[in-house]
Nanobody, 125 residues
Framework: QVQLVESGGGLVQAGDSLTLSCAASGRTFRDREYTLTWFRQAPGKVREFVAGITRSGGITRYADSVKGRFTISRDNAKNTVYLQMDSLKPEDTAVYYC????????????????WGQGTQVTVSS
């Protein structure tokens, strides 16, 4: 089993920055190579891929809507993945979820085996 706990959400203004964290734990997480990814879900919309990173941290993948504004990183010593969000826009408002998959850098939601509980990010205009 893998447990994922997100933190760092909040209410910010457009143009501000925010950093989300996701702490992973569990024996399965330590034993296997998982891609860690951030998804988000706005009210009335499907959950969408935001950014993912391989276990080594050497390869990342971003949704077009966040490229150049968001940066995903990973500290394996702390079993934590981060999402640095800059130049936030009102359309970034959503619940942000951390997820783990054994499939390398997939953006397919159904291929993610473990999910956190989510953290709310609200960007006011």
């Amino acid at each position: 089993q893998v447990q994922l706990v997100e933190s760092g959400g909040g209410l910010v203004q457009a143009g501000d920055s925010l950093t989300l964290s996701c702490a992973a734990s569990g024996r399965t997480f330590r034993d296997r190579e998982y891609t860690l990814t951030w998804f988000r879900q706005a009210p009335g919309k499907v959950r969408e891929f935001v950014a993912g990173i391989t276990r080594s941290g050497g390869i990342t993948r971003y949704a077009d809507s966040v490229k150049g504004r968001f940066t995903i990183s990973r500290d394996n010593a702390k079993n934590t993945v981060y999402l640095q969000m800059d130049s936030l826009k009102p359309e970034d408002t959503a619940v942000y979820y951390c997820a783990a998959s054994s499939v390398l850098l997939t953006a397919v939601r159904d291929l993610y085996e473990y999910w956190g509980q989510g953290t709310q990010v609200t960007v006011s205009s």
